[in-house]
């Protein structure tokens, strides 16, 4: 067979056929007299419901393949293409371009190995306008997997991977990249299928020769197909869950992979883009913000990125630059094509879809990665072997909330000054650790108590003060005997009860009697007998609103607050100032109350860039909302309002505009409404935009609604952009 012969056979058809054999032959062993375990029934269904986070772009329908290869599936006839596109929406997030393309031819043609070096890295001029324009309506792909639209998930992993996997063999990586990207990732079995089989990829076991690392070997880290790191295709699956799994387990957040061509692109009107692509870099180019955000907490190094692009992450410089392109190259290739660790990007067509994708979400949590650092002493101090205590996951609360990195910081020096202050003082132990959490509505109280339950992973409970009644007083008495138990002065052993934290809000409504049998009143259980407790390991956010006007007082005099103004005298004559108004007789509370008190963190109004940042993610959760599919069906499934792809040109412009709507009174809620109302009017310009009724015709097509900013009106307006099959998406 010619090779001319072999590249024309379409691998998508292959891979439908070969999958549907090997089910064939899993159904006849199951029939078979002879077997002796029940059979196991074929799974129907997808297995889960619809996740939003769980979403894929449209894959290469073809590859390449060797002479010897061909001839052994020659014999297959070839299947009808698939028009069911349905599943290849993408439901939750963008797809790595902000304009789409609805002329793009979808059959691939793979290229051929002497043509990847024509228009590498090296040899690309820095800005091209022409060949840039050229290649924005191109989707990232990665090579071997199979459309997603083509993987049948009734069929199970084990049969999917019942051939020898053999990372030589084309069918092999096929097989197996494609299940890693498409399989369920809440499915039990697919994952330890998977992780069986991973061995098979990693150099100097199952098929390769190559010599072994030095380092002990790590199947999540070492693994490779086709010379690409497995959690690349990990990601590409757009599903966090699945790359949360291989960084636990090992892998790196640096991985490179020298992908051949970056782009789904055909041979006869598009050269190859070959980039050897940090894992970083290709998350971004998919803008996937969480996944960007998932990365960059195990350890994604930054610098990756060029500052020209996310510097500064408001707006970017590359923003500020000339239109001549001459000026452009210039500034490119000394911030570019001079750094080691950006050179990757150097070509023109890569740092287009780069800006374009580096979205502000993404750009400011790359600004938090590079400014909050965290020391090997501050981790040392975080993990105690006596007390079995981990705070660790603490340091990533920068991700979490929006600004206030004073509240940050003082939380987690407060929690690790604890462990070090029982070890000396043993009598420590029988109090919690207690936060008076005060500021503003909407300012991030809230969502301090929620990610620190997340990241710490430890039960929690809530009261509110107005409601407070004696269920509540039994409901935490037995809460703390189930998570601390009972505790005798005898016990020595500092791992005694475990983690748990407790919510107190509007700790000034509550009343006296209250408090003091909360705080300074022997603890009883339900039956009244006094008990001893070991409850350092709790942790009480205590929240309230009566430093309001003090807090913001403080913020209009020496705003912006600096890192210098809040460990130098202004910061210290706020925490004096709040520890005395807080103990003093007029509150309500008492000196009583204060002394519990470990520490007092304020939050503050938010300034101008956070508040961007808010009007954005805002938005992008809007962005996610509409993109969900259509569905026509009379319960609660039912949605009309859907597959809109919202495009944000300039996103800057949009949050500056969305941002005019905060009020330090309430916060981002001020945020949130704007973006409820610039909801309404998609809905009213969806409601005009044609007479007929939502229809299945619509449920497969993908609509542009393009936002742009009106300057004079001070207005967002929407317009209809593209119309795209879903498969195109």
């Known amino acids: 067979m010619s090779n001319e012969s072999s590249k024309s056979i379409n691998w998508d058809q292959l891979s439908i056929r070969w999958g549907q054999a090997l089910a064939k032959k899993g159904r006849e062993r199951e029939l078979s007299p002879t077997k002796q375990s029940s059979p196991e029934p074929l799974n129907t269904t997808s297995g889960t419901p619809y996740n939003p986070r769980d979403h894929r772009v449209t894959l290469p329908n073809q590859i390449s393949i060797d002479e010897n290869d061909a001839q052994s599936v020659v014999s297959l006839e070839p299947l009808p293409r698939s028009n069911d596109s349905s599943t290849e929406i993408l439901e939750g997030r963008s797809p790595a371009r902000t304009s789409l393309d609805s002329s793009k031819p979808d059959i691939f043609t793979p290229e051929s190995s002497e043509n990847l070096s024509s228009h590498g890295q090296e040899g690309s001029s820095i800005w091209d306008e022409d060949r840039i324009s050229k290649y924005q309506g191109l989707r990232i792909k990665l090579p071997e997997v199979i459309l997603h639209r083509h993987y049948d998930r009734r069929i199970p992993v084990h049969i999917w991977l019942a051939s020898t996997l053999s990372p030589e063999c084309p069918m092999g990586r096929a097989m197996f990249a494609s299940v890693i990207a498409h399989r369920d990732s809440y499915d039990l079995k697919a994952t330890q299928a998977v992780t069986r089989h991973l061995s098979n990829f990693v150099p100097n076991t199952g098929h390769t020769e190559l010599q072994s690392t030095k380092a002990p070997q790590n199947i999540y880290r070492d693994s490779k197909i086709g010379g690409i790191p497995t959690i690349f295709y990990a990601v590409y699956s757009r599903n966090e869950r699945k790359i949360h799994t291989w960084l636990k387990e090992g892998a790196d957040p640096n991985s490179i992979a020298p992908l051949k061509n970056l782009f789904d692109s055909k041979l006869g009107a598009y050269e190859p883009v070959p980039v050897e692509i940090p894992i970083l870099g290709f998350a971004i180019l998919l803008e996937e913000p969480w996944i960007v955000r998932l990365l960059l907490t195990f350890g994604a190094n930054p610098s990756v990125i060029p500052d020209i692009l996310r510097l500064p992450y408001t707006k970017p410089a590359i923003y500020y630059l000339s239109k001549s392109p001459e000026a452009i190259t210039k500034e490119l290739a000394e911030n570019i094509s001079q750094n080691e660790a950006t050179k990757w990007c150097a070509d023109a067509v890569v740092i287009d879809h780069l ?14 990665a590079d400014t909050f650092k965290i020391t090997a002493r501050q981790r040392q101090f975080a993990q105690n072997p006596q007390f079995k205590t981990d705070y660790t996951p603490l340091f990533k609360l920068h991700f979490d909330i929006i600004g206030q990195d004073f509240a940050i910081k003082k939380i987690i020096q407060e929690m690790l000054r604890r462990p070090n202050e029982i070890n000396q003082m043993p009598y420590q132990r029988m109090r919690p650790t207690v936060f008076l959490l005060a500021g503003p509505s909407g300012h991030g109280k809230s969502e301090m108590v929620s990610h620190m339950t997340n990241r710490l992973y430890i039960p929690s ?38 983690r748990c934290m407790i919510v107190l809000e509007n700790i000034e409504k509550m ?3 209250v408090r003091d049998s909360l705080f300074y009143k022997p603890i009883t259980n339900n039956n009244g007998a006094i008990v001893n407790r070991y409850l350092f390991k709790t942790i009480w956010l205590v929240t309230t609103n009566i ?39 007029t509150t309500g509370l008492g000196p009583l109350f204060a002394n519990h008190i470990d520490s007092i963190i304020p939050f503050f109004p938010f300034a101008r860039d956070d508040q961007l940042v ?7 959760d809007l962005r996610s909302d509409l993109l969900r599919p259509i569905n026509l069906s009379n319960d609660r499934k039912r949605n009309l309002l859907g597959n809109i792809k919202l495009v944000l040109e300039k996103d800057y412009q949009h949050c500056q505009t969305i941002a005019k709507s905060y009020t ?3 916060g981002a809620k001020s945020i949130k409404q704007a973006v409820a109302n610039l909801k309404k009017d998609i809905l009213y310009h969806f409601l005009e935009s044609s007479e007929d009724e939502v229809c299945e015709k619509d449920e497969q097509e993908v609509k542009e609604y393009i936002l742009t900013v009106e300057k004079e009106e001070d207005a967002i307006m929407v317009r209809t952009g593209n119309i795209i099959p879903k498969g195109e998406s």
């Not at 800006?355 to 938090?368: G, Q, S, V």
């Not at 509540?472 to 020595?492: C, F, H, M, W």
């Not at 910061?571 to 520890?579: D, H, T």
């Open 355 to 368: 800006k374009r994708t580096a979205n502000l979400f993404i750009r400011y949590d790359l600004h938090r």
């Open 461 to 498: 409970c809530r009261f509110d003060g107005p409601d407070w009644n004696l269920s509540d007083q039994v409901a935490l008495n037995k809460y703390l005997d189930e998570q601390t138990g009972p505790g005798t002065l005898r016990i020595s052993n500092g791992a005694a009860g475990e």
């Open 511 to 513: 009343s006296s009697q």
């Open 547 to 585: 430093l309001n006007p003090m807090i913001l007082s403080f913020y209009q005099e020496h705003q912006p607050l600096t890192p210098d103004k809040m460990t130098g005298k202004e910061g210290r004559a706020l925490m004096s100032q709040m520890k005395k108004f807080i103990s003093s007789d």
């Open 614 to 620: 808010i009007a954005h993610r805002a938005l992008w």
């Open 664 to 666: 330090p009174s309430e």
